[in-house]
C-alpha cells in the first residue's frame, strides 16, 4: 500500500473534508441534487487512490476536481475544489505540467 507524498497527501484529505462540509450544507441549504451528486461524485475516488496512490491516475484525479469546478464555481466566492487543493499545496502549481 502506497501513498501519496505530501504535500499531496495532506491536499486531497483537505478537499474531501471540505467537499462533506459543503455538501452537507448544500443538502441543507436545498441546493439541486445534482449539484450535490456531482460534488460527491467528483471526490468518492480519493479515499481508494489515497491507499492505492501507485494505480493512481493523478492528472485524471485532478481533473475531476476541475469538472465539478468547471460547472459549479463560476463566481469568485464559490465554493471550488481546485481551490481548496491548490490553498493547501502552496504556492506551487498542480499539476505539474507534462514531462
Not at 53 to 66: K, M, Q, V
Given at each position: 500500500?502506497?501513498?501519496?507524498?505530501?504535500?499531496?497527501?495532506?491536499?486531497?484529505l483537505?478537499?474531501?473534508?471540505?467537499?462533506?462540509v459543503?455538501g452537507?450544507?448544500?443538502?441543507?441549504?436545498?441546493?439541486?441534487?445534482q449539484?450535490i451528486a456531482d460534488?460527491?461524485?467528483?471526490?468518492?475516488?480519493?479515499p481508494e487512490?489515497?491507499?492505492?496512490?501507485?494505480?493512481?491516475?493523478?492528472?485524471?484525479?485532478?481533473?475531476f476536481?476541475?469538472?465539478?469546478?468547471?460547472?459549479?464555481?463560476?463566481?469568485?466566492?464559490?465554493?471550488?475544489l481546485?481551490?481548496?487543493?491548490?490553498?493547501?499545496?502552496?504556492?506551487?502549481?498542480?499539476?505539474?505540467?507534462?514531462?
Amino acid at each position: 500500500m502506497k501513498t501519496p507524498p505530501e504535500p499531496i497527501l495532506s491536499c486531497y484529505l483537505a478537499v474531501l473534508q471540505q467537499a462533506l462540509v459543503y455538501g452537507r450544507a448544500f443538502a441543507l441549504e436545498g441546493r439541486p441534487h445534482q449539484q450535490i451528486a456531482d460534488l460527491l461524485d467528483a471526490v468518492h475516488v480519493i479515499p481508494e487512490l489515497l491507499t492505492e496512490w501507485e494505480r493512481c491516475d493523478e492528472r485524471g484525479l485532478f481533473r475531476f476536481l476541475e469538472e465539478y469546478d468547471r460547472k459549479y464555481a463560476i463566481a469568485e466566492n464559490d465554493f471550488s475544489l481546485t481551490k481548496v487543493f491548490q490553498s493547501s499545496y502552496g504556492n506551487r502549481t498542480y499539476p505539474p505540467p507534462p514531462q
